[in-house]
């Protein structure tokens, strides 16, 4: 208390402000302290050296910089010990601006949850809100301020390794899912003791790098811009996101760096964004590799002016700012605006009354060991599990079962489970990460044997293993085959060109498959992959993906059916990377294949159109069925709000879950519209034979579009809604007219 109160009184007395003045006014009487050389320093973020997730700038002078105020932000300090010695650095400068802390938190800080793409499977929005809120408190109490977090990039290239990051291919959920992610960040209010800034990115359409290869460029329309890649950014910051980072791609041949279209006119300027924006690693001097720069000058001065605020880790602003500004090419109004932008948050987050109010050991200890986090990623990671097929309803298990053979490369991994954007705690052991091993024995105990046999590797072509795994097989009574690509064969920097099932791992589903017995694979991703094969010949599949520190308790709740799966695909899984891009919510065409007809049609002649999984699927140990659609009126005004009905019941032998899904045509318009657009989803349990009647609003915003002009209009016309289990699964279809 009494480090507080000096440090309220040394704001006071340095800065000139009263504890009620204005954070603006505050903003603004600092700005006035401060020398060009301080402000450009606010502008600058450096990695620490133990922890970095890009090409680390190697400066032996960090430590006097920042005492000297010559760096704003870190990023990759880890630990309420670590956080606290270099504000300590930074109170020995001579304005004493404290630093801010960033760190790439995207699926949890200790505790650990699905990977986002996942998590988005759980179609959960308040599960998805509860895991930021718990990352966020973890991270805060270990002096973190700022994450790098959500991605909210829609994408709909799974060979892009970054899927794994974001919501999938589907802007209407993606934008549901960032605002609740940063809802479950930022928390009740910025400045909390459980809160840290969230950064929206990447700014703008990353996930559509050209052939699915980070970092490439993005080639599309206005229109496609602004109806498919950037709502789900409006979305995040109309749940108050502090910041955005821009991404490293071209956008039409501008560097997104340096865009002044997407950062000044739309974010700051449209949008009236509050908030600062900060580049991806080092990608101010990477315009020059773009041929966009012809030197770090040049990029800085491109940036600045563009928008960007905030230099990460290239030295560009650092190195070139000053001299801009005497040459009068950057003005001193624009630095301060940036600048300014970057206070308001340091303020906003109460560093000034207190710089060290995020580096607490106690309460960071109290926040690693909360069982009450653990319980929620048990649940959350058993809500992400897609079940592709249960053809012979051999699960769930039994828990009478006498043997069951465990095989396969990801049986016993601990770290892996983390997936890929894991925070490196290297302090902590990994005792805590349940391994799919032991989640197994966890649930059965001394029930049943619970044999094992690796197989094979993950990428080995050798298949040595598969004659143990053949033995271990024989001896049970069921076989569980936990199979996929590496926990680093996706994210960022991971783009693979094709995403079939790599090694020899089918091989040995192969050779499993002819000992007769009953076979449950489970797939462990970052992506959709391709395993037709497996697909077709396999009764019964889950897609695990990655699932964080709890997987190996979930996936035997769903195995064992503790838990009913209850996951939807928020990405479509393709036949063959030849169909990729691939999506639900298409154009039709001029000649539209209907029913597979290949002549003259847009079709392919050795695949169908469709894929192999659908966006949206997923399957229940239970069923349930779906009747009385009934709309309150067939012909609705533009201001008007049609209610739509539909009653659902739970017709299996078990409770469960299912994810309502409502999808709209337009079936006519001044542009050409998708077949089909998700505009509501609603997820509900039911008990056994228990039915529950919903309602869905459609109103004027759900049925409006970026005309040829790119105004947002509706338009009257004739309308088809959709009720169904997933996109390719409608189970009730109505029409309705719009009216002038």
Same mark, same amino acid.
């Given at each position: 208390?009494?480090?507080?109160?000096?440090?309220?009184?040394?704001?006071?007395?340095?800065?000139? %402000?009263?504890?009620?003045?204005?954070?603006?006014? +505050?903003?603004?009487?600092?700005? !006035?302290?401060?020398?060009?050389?301080?402000?450009?320093?606010?502008?600058?973020?450096?990695?620490?050296?133990?922890?970095?997730?890009?090409?680390?700038?190697?400066?032996?002078?960090?430590?006097?910089?920042?005492?000297?105020?010559?760096?704003?932000?870190? =990023?990759?300090?880890?630990?309420?010990?670590?956080? *606290?010695?270099?504000?300590?650095?930074?109170?020995?400068?001579?304005?004493?601006?404290? #630093?801010?802390?960033?760190?790439?938190?995207?699926?949890?800080?200790?505790?650990?949850?699905?990977?986002?793409?996942?998590?988005?499977?759980?179609?959960?929005?308040?599960?998805?809100?509860?895991?930021? +809120?718990?990352?966020?408190?973890?991270?805060?109490?270990?002096?973190?301020?700022?994450?790098?977090?959500?991605?909210?990039?829609?994408?709909?290239?799974? *060979?892009?390794?970054?899927?794994?990051?974001?919501?999938?291919?589907? /802007?209407?959920?993606?934008?549901?899912?960032?605002?609740?992610?940063?809802?479950?960040?930022?928390?009740?209010?910025?400045?909390?003791?459980?809160?840290?800034?969230?950064?929206?990115?990447?700014?703008?359409?990353?996930?559509?790098?050209?052939?699915?290869?980070?970092?490439?460029?993005?080639?599309?329309?206005?229109?496609?811009?602004?109806?498919?890649?950037?709502?789900?950014?409006?979305?995040?910051?109309?749940?108050?996101?502090?910041?955005?980072?821009?991404?490293?791609?071209?956008?039409?041949?501008?560097?997104?760096?340096?865009n002044a279209y997407i950062q000044r006119d739309i974010l700051k300027g449209k949008w009236k964004f509050?908030?600062?924006?900060?580049?991806?690693?080092?990608?101010?001097?990477?315009?020059?590799?773009?041929?966009?720069?012809?030197?770090?000058?040049?990029?800085?001065?491109?940036?600045?002016?563009?928008?960007?605020?905030?230099?990460?880790?290239?030295?560009?602003?650092?190195?070139? #700012?000053?001299?801009?500004?005497?040459?009068?090419?950057?003005?001193?109004?624009?630095?301060?605006?940036?600048?300014?932008?970057?206070?308001? !948050?340091?303020?906003?987050?109460?560093?000034?009354?207190?710089?060290?109010?995020?580096?607490?050991?106690? +309460?960071?200890?109290?926040?690693?060991?909360?069982?009450?986090?653990?319980?929620?990623?048990?649940?959350?990671?058993?809500?992400?599990?897609? =079940?592709? !097929?249960?053809?012979?309803?051999?699960?769930?298990?039994?828990?009478?079962?006498?043997?069951?053979?465990?095989?396969?490369?990801?049986?016993?991994?601990?770290?892996?489970?983390?997936?890929?954007?894991?925070?490196?705690l290297k302090e902590i052991d990994s005792t805590y990460i349940v391994s799919q091993w032991d989640g #197994?024995?966890?649930?059965?105990?001394?029930?049943?044997?619970?044999?094992?046999?690796?197989?094979?590797?993950?990428?080995? /072509?050798?298949?040595?293993?598969?004659?143990?795994?053949?033995?271990?097989?024989?001896?049970?009574?069921?076989?569980?085959?936990?199979?996929?690509?590496?926990?680093?064969?996706?994210?960022?920097?991971?783009?693979?060109? /094709?995403?079939?099932?790599?090694?020899?791992?089918?091989?040995?589903?192969?050779?499993?498959?002819?000992?007769?017995?009953?076979?449950?694979?489970?797939?462990?991703?970052?992506?959709?992959?391709?395993?037709?094969?497996?697909?077709?010949?396999?009764?019964?599949?889950?897609?695990?993906?990655?699932?964080?520190?709890?997987?190996?308790?979930?996936?035997?709740?769903?195995?064992?059916?503790?838990?009913?799966?209850?996951?939807?695909?928020?990405?479509?899984?393709?036949?063959?990377?030849?169909?990729?891009?691939?999506?639900?919510?298409?154009?039709?065409?001029?000649?539209?294949?209907?029913?597979?007809?290949?002549?003259?049609?847009?079709?392919?002649?050795?695949?169908?159109?469709?894929?192999?999984?659908? %966006?949206?699927?997923?399957?229940?140990?239970?069923? %349930?069925?779906?009747?009385?659609?009934? #709309?309150?009126?067939?012909?609705?005004?533009?201001?008007?709000?049609?209610?739509?009905?539909?009653?659902?019941?739970?017709?299996?032998?078990?409770?469960?879950?299912?994810?309502?899904?409502?999808?709209?045509?337009?079936?006519?318009?001044?542009?050409?519209?998708?077949? =089909?657009?998700?505009?509501?989803?609603?997820?509900?349990?039911?008990?056994?034979?228990?039915?529950?009647?919903?309602?869905?609003?459609?109103?004027?915003e759900k049925l409006s579009f970026y005309d040829k002009d790119l105004h947002w209009v509706s338009e009257?016309?004739?309308? !088809?809604?959709?009720?169904?289990?997933?996109?390719?699964?409608?189970?009730?279809?109505?029409?309705?007219?719009?009216?002038?």
């Amino acid at each position: 208390m009494k480090r507080i109160i000096m440090s309220m009184v040394l704001a006071t007395s340095l800065f000139g %402000f009263s504890q009620t003045t204005t954070v603006d006014a +505050r903003v603004a009487a600092l700005l !006035k302290k401060m020398t060009l050389e301080e402000k450009i320093g606010q502008l600058n973020q450096y990695s620490g050296d133990n922890t970095i997730t890009g090409p680390l700038t190697i400066n032996p002078n960090k430590q006097e910089e920042i005492k000297t105020g010559k760096i704003g932000s870190m =990023l990759n300090i880890i630990g309420s010990q670590y956080t *606290r010695q270099y504000q300590e650095l930074a109170m020995q400068s001579r304005l004493k601006i404290p #630093l801010l802390f960033g760190l790439d938190v995207i699926h949890g800080y200790k505790t650990t949850f699905p990977l986002p793409l996942a998590e988005a499977a759980s179609w959960d929005l308040k599960a998805m809100e509860l895991s930021a +809120r718990i990352a966020a408190t973890e991270a805060a109490a270990s002096g973190i301020h700022w994450t790098f977090a959500p991605m909210v990039d829609i994408s709909r290239d799974p *060979r892009w390794g970054r899927v794994m990051e974001g919501a999938g291919e589907d /802007t209407y959920l993606g934008s549901k899912i960032a605002y609740a992610r940063v809802k479950g960040f930022q928390g009740v209010h910025l400045g909390d003791l459980n809160s840290v800034m969230a950064c929206v990115k990447h700014f703008a359409a990353y996930g559509a790098a050209v052939g699915g290869r980070d970092y490439n460029s993005v080639d599309m329309s206005s229109r496609m811009l602004w109806e498919t890649y950037l709502p789900p950014f409006k979305a995040a910051l109309d749940a108050g996101a502090a910041t955005f980072m821009n991404s490293f791609n071209d956008i039409n041949g501008i560097p997104a760096t340096a865009n002044a279209y997407i950062q000044r006119d739309i974010l700051k300027g449209k949008w009236k964004f509050q908030g600062f924006v900060v580049s991806d690693w080092g990608s101010i001097g990477e315009m020059i590799a773009h041929g966009y720069c012809h030197d770090g000058k040049e990029a800085a001065e491109k940036a600045i002016l563009a928008g960007n605020d905030m230099d990460m880790e290239s030295n560009a602003y650092r190195n070139n #700012l000053a001299q801009l500004v005497k040459e009068k090419k950057v003005s001193m109004s624009v630095v301060d605006e940036a600048v300014s932008r970057i206070l308001r !948050k340091k303020f906003e987050l109460g560093l000034f009354e207190d710089p060290y109010r995020y580096c607490n050991k106690e +309460r960071q200890e109290a926040a690693l060991n909360n069982p009450e986090h653990t319980k929620a990623a048990r649940e959350i990671a058993s809500k992400s599990i897609v =079940l592709l !097929k249960n053809e012979k309803n051999i699960l769930p298990l039994s828990k009478e079962v006498k043997t069951i053979a465990f095989i396969g490369p990801m049986v016993k991994l601990k770290r892996a489970n983390h997936g890929f954007w894991a925070v490196d705690l290297k302090e902590i052991d990994s005792t805590y990460i349940v391994s799919q091993w032991d989640g #197994l024995l966890n649930k059965v105990g001394n029930n049943s044997k619970v044999l094992y046999a690796k197989g094979c590797g993950v990428e080995d /072509t050798s298949k040595a293993g598969f004659q143990e795994a053949i033995d271990v097989a024989n001896q049970s009574d069921v076989v569980v085959v936990s199979i996929g690509e590496r926990w680093n064969m996706s994210g960022e920097a991971k783009s693979r060109s /094709t995403i079939h099932l790599p090694g020899v791992q089918e091989e040995l589903l192969k050779e499993l498959q002819k000992t007769g017995k009953p076979i449950v694979v489970l797939i462990n991703a970052g992506r959709p992959l391709i395993f037709n094969w497996t697909a077709d010949t396999m009764p019964t599949i889950l897609y695990t993906w990655w699932l964080g520190s709890e997987a190996g308790n979930a996936i035997a709740d769903v195995l064992f059916g503790d838990y009913n799966p209850s996951g939807k695909l928020p990405m479509s899984f393709p036949r063959e990377e030849g169909q990729i891009p691939i999506y639900y919510n298409h154009f039709s065409t001029g000649r539209p294949s209907i029913n597979e007809d290949k002549i003259y049609k847009s079709a392919y002649i050795d695949l169908p159109n469709s894929p192999k999984f659908p %966006f949206g699927y997923g399957l229940s140990y239970t069923h %349930f069925a779906y009747t009385d659609l009934k #709309l309150s009126t067939s012909k609705m005004k533009q201001n008007d709000v049609l209610d739509v009905s539909v009653t659902i019941s739970n017709t299996g032998n078990y409770d469960g879950a299912e994810v309502v899904q409502l999808y709209l045509q337009d079936k006519f318009g001044s542009v050409v519209r998708p077949i =089909l657009e998700l505009r509501d989803f609603q997820k509900i349990q039911l008990g056994k034979g228990e039915s529950k009647e919903l309602h869905f609003s459609i109103d004027k915003e759900k049925l409006s579009f970026y005309d040829k002009d790119l105004h947002w209009v509706s338009e009257p016309g004739e309308f !088809k809604v959709m009720i169904g289990s997933s996109s390719a699964d409608i189970r009730l279809t109505s029409d309705f007219q719009m009216v002038p």
